[in-house]
């Protein structure tokens, strides 16, 4: 869905190293998610922000870092990178007042970490 | 969030119905049923989602039974591009996903 991007799209880091990866959305939601996926399993929750001022973490967060810097934009940060935080990220965003919490995806980040 | 239970895999013939089935026998009364479908590595794509009634949109229909404890996603005419993962679930406000069917539409 062209209306949440993420940046960038594949990255190769080192472990150790810090590293950003951004959300920006246009579709005027409040809420927004980073979750991660490994092959052959399901999404798991990173973290979740319903609004600028709420930030709450998923059931993985360890490792990880947020910051909702305004209505529009999310990042997600690795403090220190390691192998096993090598995954396909996605961010989403949501509605929850559309009767429901219909959530649209970025296309995903795949981050490969030696 | 309620659990669901989905088969891991199903194949379907080109131009015939794909029903898809999920049990969700622990489901709230305020939680909804969503489906979502994830073709290949690209980000999930919502279909549709319902509360009680059945639903239908310009992708598939749903069928959740009176007791809601299961449901169906019916794709009417199945064609190549929707071979994906099908992913269904049920929630108030955080969505969790479970591993899902993965849907192999055969020529």
């Excluded at chain 2, 639903?55 to 996603?73: H, V």
């Amino acid at each position: 869905d062209a209306d949440v991007t993420q940046t960038p799209r594949n990255r190769i880091t080192k472990t150790g190293k810090r590293i950003m990866l951004e959300c920006s959305q246009t579709k005027g939601h409040d809420r927004m998610y980073w979750y991660r996926q490994d092959p052959g399993l399901g999404l798991r929750l990173i973290y979740y922000s319903f609004d600028v001022k709420d930030i709450n973490k998923g059931e993985i967060s360890d490792g990880y870092s947020v910051s909702r810097q305004a209505q529009a934009k999310f990042s997600l940060s690795l403090e220190s990178a390691i192998p096993n935080q090598t995954a396909l990220y996605f961010c989403a965003t949501s509605d929850f007042w559309q009767a429901g919490d219909t959530q649209y995806f970025g296309p995903g980040t795949r981050l490969t970490v030696l | 969030d309620a659990k669901t239970t989905q088969p891991p895999s199903m194949d379907c013939a080109e131009g015939r119905a794909a029903n898809l089935p999920c049990n969700h026998s622990t489901i709230s009364g305020n939680e909804y049923v969503y489906w979502y479908r994830q073709i290949h590595s690209q980000g999930p794509q919502y279909i549709i989602h319902g509360l009680k009634n059945n639903e239908t949109n310009e992708m598939a229909s749903l069928i959740i039974t009176e007791d809601r404890k299961s449901s169906t996603l019916i794709l009417p005419h199945a064609t190549l591009r929707d071979t994906a993962v099908y992913y269904c679930i049920v929630s108030y406000q955080k969505v969790t996903f479970g591993i899902g069917t993965k849907l192999q539409v055969i020529p």
